[in-house]
C-alpha cells in the first residue's frame, strides 16, 4: 500500500480570504526604520572601541562583548 493514498489532495485554488497585499509605501518607513537600527546594532557591536568610539570608556564595549565575538567581529 502506498502511503500517497493517505495524502489528501490540495484544492485547485488555494483559500485566499483575509489576505491582504502590503502596500510597498506603508512598508517603506519600517523597512528603513529597521535597517537604521540594524546599522547602529551591528556599530555598536562590531566598532564602539578605540578610535572609532563615540562613547568614553569601556561600558558600550564590555556590554557588546560577547555578541562582538560571536559575530566574529575583531577584538583582541
Ligand atoms: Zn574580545
Keep these: 500500500m502506498s502511503d500517497a493514498a493517505l495524502v489528501p489532495a490540495l ?3 488555494l483559500p485566499t480570504a483575509g ?3 502590503l502596500p510597498l509605501r506603508e512598508l517603506l518607513p519600517w523597512a ?3 535597517l537604521l537600527l540594524a546599522v547602529i546594532v ?3 557591536v562590531g566598532a564602539e572601541q578605540g578610535a572609532t568610539s563615540v562613547f568614553s570608556g569601556g561600558f558600550v ?3 557588546t562583548h560577547d555578541g562582538r ?3 566574529g567581529f575583531p577584538c583582541h
Design 11 to 13: 484544492p485547485a485554488v
Design 19 to 21: 489576505v491582504t497585499p
Design 32 to 34: 528603513v526604520l529597521a
Design 42 to 44: 551591528v556599530y555598536f
Design 61 to 63: 564595549h564590555e556590554f
Design 69 to 71: 565575538h560571536l559575530l
